[in-house]
């Protein structure tokens, strides 16, 4: 139904005389099948943390056929990308996005990010991780599990990690440069 959906998104935007971008994002957080010693998915390991986003315009300037992307790049790039794509200058806008236009990123190679950072609350806990290519950390940033407003208030305790114990903190940090399978907690 996506193709469907998109062919349709297309024949329209054809018969309008408009321009269009098309951007597909599938993300479910993969599942880990037994890495970690876990079956589950939404962790801070490399299994669940990869994404892909198809990105396509109609006149191909924005996002050259063909161009594969293997970096590191974030869902809070999803926004800004498609305010771009209508016209608003993203890096002038107020107030400033977090993330950036990933047709930037494309047609400049220099703009590559040297880590990302996310948060995470299902499965193993409320945690922070902080990936680069080399090195992969996640620890706890909660004592209590569960979502904001079920197990703990927004906000609640947010300063919780500063005084936690390191057993607490159930801290991860892989060398990705001689365990890329996140096996081996340093």
């Given at each position: ?67 594969v992307y293997s970096d590191f790049v974030e869902y809070v790039d999803i926004a ?87 057993q607490e903190l159930e801290m991860g940090l892989y060398d990705l440069r001689c ?7 340093i």
């Open positions: 139904l996506i193709g469907q959906a998109i062919d349709e998104f297309k024949k329209f935007s054809q018969a309008q005389g408009r321009d269009y971008v098309i951007m597909v994002t599938v993300g479910d957080h993969g599942w880990q099948l037994g890495e970690q010693g876990i079956e589950a998915k939404f962790s801070p390991w490399n299994t669940s943390n990869q994404g892909i986003i198809v990105v396509a315009d109609s006149r191909a300037e924005r996002f050259p056929k063909g161009v800004p990308t498609l305010l771009a794509a209508s016209g608003l200058d993203v890096k002038t806008s107020k107030p400033q996005l977090d993330g950036v236009d990933l047709a930037e990123v494309i047609r400049n190679p220099e703009l590559t990010r040297d880590y990302v950072i996310g948060e995470l609350n299902a499965i193993i806990g409320p945690r922070a991780y902080l990936r680069s290519k080399d090195f992969a950390f996640s620890m706890r940033v909660r004592k209590e599990n569960g979502f904001p407003g079920k197990g703990y208030a927004p906000g609640e305790n947010i300063y919780w990690a500063y005084d936690a114990s390191n365990d890329a399978n996140e096996q081996n907690n």
